[in-house]
């Protein structure tokens, strides 16, 4: 940690700091400059971000030399961590895409989608049954019904499946039917409920908030990993902008630079990021050219009659074509869409 | 609500939407312009939404009419809310102050704390029992021994107290204790927790997401409204901008703004919006005068030693110089700074 | 165009504006709805324009039918325009890659970078004589000799050339020189600029502004346009967003919509756009994929001896793989990267 | 200045780099951590930019400890500066109020407004000759026209004028006639405009970019200072966010915050920050509060039929309610609004 002195501070103001730099067990820096003083402190900087050096009087600045998350750091863990969901891997070469309706409606619908994704290559099937909506007057989802016929159409197709959890109070009766948890956007610093997906076995597809730097995504992953449960997979799904004509502003440059920063795996989510059926299928391929290790795609029978997000749900036709076409992207980068028998292995 | 068909469209394309808004029980309108056909609907465009034009292929746009808030719309009630917190009044002539620490950290800090604010004149006493802290491995907050010592320090004091609630699980201990429940912003659109909240008798002030518009703080205070408790108080505390040079960027416009929008009081935290000491004088003083209904100030006897936010909290000093400052810009706005009596009555 | 009026309003509110409508020699609609009115106007949106409802009293808001970009758009001409620069051509199948160095610092540096380029692929050589720089002490680019140097690694290596135009003063000895324009993003709205580009015959790449929507960026080509200069080649380079580990937030999702949008080729500037040089080939990659039509990347022989963005820039050997790397995507998305004779017939 | 290695390296790498500092004739500093090496440099920083580490390999990051204006800096002078511009005087205790239309329409338009706004109190006229709009088929001012028109509404009134100016070529004409230029939102880093008015001697109005961080603007200034004209005032007037309610997102914490980092006056412009009339006599006053050093106010006889920006100019009777309000809140933070006759000594 390095401490920059307000312009005018002399060795006597750096004095206490060294002494408290000192109290915990660290090596304190002296480095007086032409105009500033610089001090630093060698050690473990989550000791010293204790001593809320920011807050003296004679402090400009504070600059961390070290990362405040810690275990899903690559530092921590070079090899890039291979996730595995009921046989579905997230991390590997392969890339498994996951599909289905933004809401479960009916059985109907759910079956109908899952048996069309699955046919198209799909290996993980998504829906939602607890609807976080922006508006009390909107459709909040089936709930247990919905995890009911979620679970109907993995009997009926072998898909497993992700779906939402909005709250701990569900963590039992959504634990016992899903595959792996969703930790939707607004939820991302829902830290009760980080807590508590940490405190299962069960995989967790953590979505990124539409305003969280990378150390705030990376910190609420942390929530989940420090207390146990290590299979965490990040998801981009848009931030806010200035931008208005997409629903978000896709920013795909975070997946390399979460590549390089986590052995933890990332996918994106282009339904939501973009939010204009048009665009799913171009910022799909270019997800999966910038290293994307999997695809949430919005898929319905009948997009005009969604009960929710129906303008960026793509049909089962336009999922075929989208498959198809980021395979052929997919191998461009030495990787290859995950095949629906390594699903079921 | 009016619709706008992408061009090329006939009017063969418009039948089947005028057909479905018909069927909602709403007038359809047909508007053939030169180059594209708009339509409308006239009626309630809640039900309207229900129909997810957007999701129609034809459909290259839908305006809508009316805002999606219902209740807390001044088309709704026009007269501004008066809310009452234990005799202090939000919404009216008379401009209460909140102070106090970030974190409650033991019975001396919150106690002193309690009574130095008091004596520069807040009316009301906050600080954190539970803490939603961006890292798990920063301090979490006294939780359960933390609520007792706020009851203690009203006790002391004689000042109502406002604590922030991240679960809907600690309704009952919590609520047993506060007299006002604070929804932080990264719990804006935890809808669990909104609903839970709106099922009791206690006041609620609503602080404002970073990423948050006016339609999704007004609809957020909607969850509570439409559960049947009417006393909610919304703040603004900053947004997410490119702006790295203050903690957030504090939207002041969007007071004003609000007021024009909704009954319900709008109250302004200078602290976290800036999170640099030296802005929090000019920046409350600029709250009042946009027309804050209320200020929180983040107040610690030793700032430097505090358990966190530090470097935001202002002295016992510091804030009573606040205090004579914001009451003379009060006045300069045909208010006034609540007095400590009122909130005893 | 769609105006809404303000709750409470009569028709004798809508009666003169409606007559402000008919008198501009369009056709006026009038729509009571249950409980706003809404008036319509169908004709020439830029002359409705002229009118400025937004300013009148009992008008709440304004909706336009139609873009207020005409030359760029598709609904003016459909067929995508092939802009062709000294051989080069920018819209069609093949994808053409710029290379070359963020300044020119000497001839050796030139001359090198442009043989390296050339070699790797590219089919044009970009080059900073003129400087926009954020700090008037920084590096201002070598002015006319920089020109001089890129027609000299021109006449080396048959390369054209694009570089920075920053006044519309230096129009005919920049224009004496260059096969191609370039705006950079801090001059897209320097209107007196693009009218000086829009009289001459010569293409120029648009870059896109850090805070433009895209209407800005289409209105800011159609000053080009209008004109007679139909040259030109819009780009993508990054935009603002509270993102600060990336230099901009590279907004991908902008070149699919401006490919709906517009005829005119979007080409993409991974460089300035991540600012990381890690990121370069992963997010051209992905510009490829997401359907751009062309790429421009920073190349120098010795990055850490750049006098400007250093960082950012690529070794020789570096820029060869991503040519490699870029042109399998292009094949997948049924492209291919320009090969250089083509820019030589 | 600090450079931290990335982790792994050794004292090896750290050599070169410890080596070029030197041949600088700064002094390095060696500083050895846990997990990584941290390089100290002390001396002028602006020496060091030059060596361009950003770029080398083994550097992680580079933290500068001076910031990079120099002029513009309170550590340059510490005294607060008054800039004069015909008798109006920005940075001291009095806070002039300029006033006028977007646009000059006309000779009745421009002089019936320069007396009402003279009458209601302010003491400077702005009015745009030139005017930098969006699109190529909106109102692009009355140019040489107008500047015939803004003089003669000073003759007929005594006030000082302002109007922007938009590029280079139009200094002389431009400067023959105006008391300060204005260099608007979009050319604040047209840096010949900037140098080409910094090599007058006549005042400067910048305005900050819609994008611009507080160190943009500042070496905006910096331009302008360097070459020799120490008449800048900074100006305030709204930046892009991801809020659309109002036409920017008005950034009051930056007139403090710049306060604390520069010597310059600092003024606001509620007009075009908010770009909403409702929200001008709140945000003024706010302005004023926050500690603003001037207000810009667009003021148009009959906003509604405007050329250009109609919503959001008040009505001369409007802009009196707002000076009494505005000054009633000046004096509450110890200053006052310029009176007239201080414009005319």
Redesign the interface.
């Known amino acids: 940690m ?1 401490i ?1 002195l307000k ?1 005018g501070c002399s060795e006597a103001d750096a004095a206490p700091i060294l002494e408290s730099i000192k109290e915990k067990g660290l090596e304190p ?1 002296y ?1 007086p ?4 003083i ?1 001090l ?1 402190a ?3 900087e ?1 000791v010293l ?2 001593l ?1 050096l ?4 004679t402090v400009e600045r504070i ?1 961390p ?2 990362k ?3 275990l899903s750091n690559r ?1 921590f863990q070079n090899e890039s961590s291979e996730i595995e969901v009921a046989g579905v891997v997230f991390g590997g070469k392969q890339v498994p895409v996951i599909a289905g309706p933004c809401s479960v409606e009916s059985e109907e619908q759910i079956v109908t989608t899952a048996r069309a994704v699955k046919k198209a290559g799909a290996v993980m099937l998504r829906g939602g049954a607890y609807k ?8 909040q989802g089936l709930e247990k019904e919905g995890l009911a016929l979620l679970d109907l159409a993995r009997k009926e197709t072998g898909l497993p499946i992700v779906t939402e959890i ?4 569900d963590i039992d009766h959504v634990g016992a039917v899903t595959d792996m948890f969703q930790i939707g956007a ?2 991302m ?4 409920l980080l807590k508590a997906v940490g405190n299962t076995k069960i995989p967790v597809m953590l979505k990124r ?3 969280a ?4 995504l990376l ?1 609420a992953a ?2 989940i990993l ?1 207390k146990g449960n290590s299979k965490v997979v990040l998801c981009e799904r848009g ?8 629903r978000n ?9 979460l590549k ?1 920063e986590t052995h933890l795996p990332v996918i994106a989510d282009p339904s939501h ?2 939010g ?1 059926r ?2 799913i299928m ?2 799909s ?7 994307a290790d999997g695809l949430v795609i919005e898929v319905h029978p009948e ?5 929710s997000d ?2 960026q ?1 793509l049909t089962p036709d336009q999922f075929e074509d989208l498959m198809s ?1 980021v395979d ?2 997919a ?3 030495d990787r290859e869409i995950s095949a629906p028998q390594i699903a079921k292995k």
Not at 33 to 36: N, P, Q, V
Not at 213 to 216: D, N, P, T
């Open positions: 390095i920059i312009k820096l480095m400059g032409e105009e500033k610089v630093g060698i050690g473990d989550r971000a204790s809320q920011e807050a003296v009087d600059v030399i070290l405040p998350h810690k530092e976080p909506r922006t508006s009390p007057y909107a459709f909005i709250s701990e109070h607004r939820n610093q829902n830290f009760r908030g539409p305003a730097s990378m150390a705030e910190l942390e929530y420090s931030i806010k902008s200035f931008f208005g004509d997409t502003t896709f920013d795909l440059s975070i997946i390399p630079l390089k990021a973009t204009v048009d665009l171009p910022m391929r270019a997800a999966i050219a910038a290293g997009p005009s009659k969604a009960l129906g303008f749900q076409a052929r992207v191998h461009a980068v």
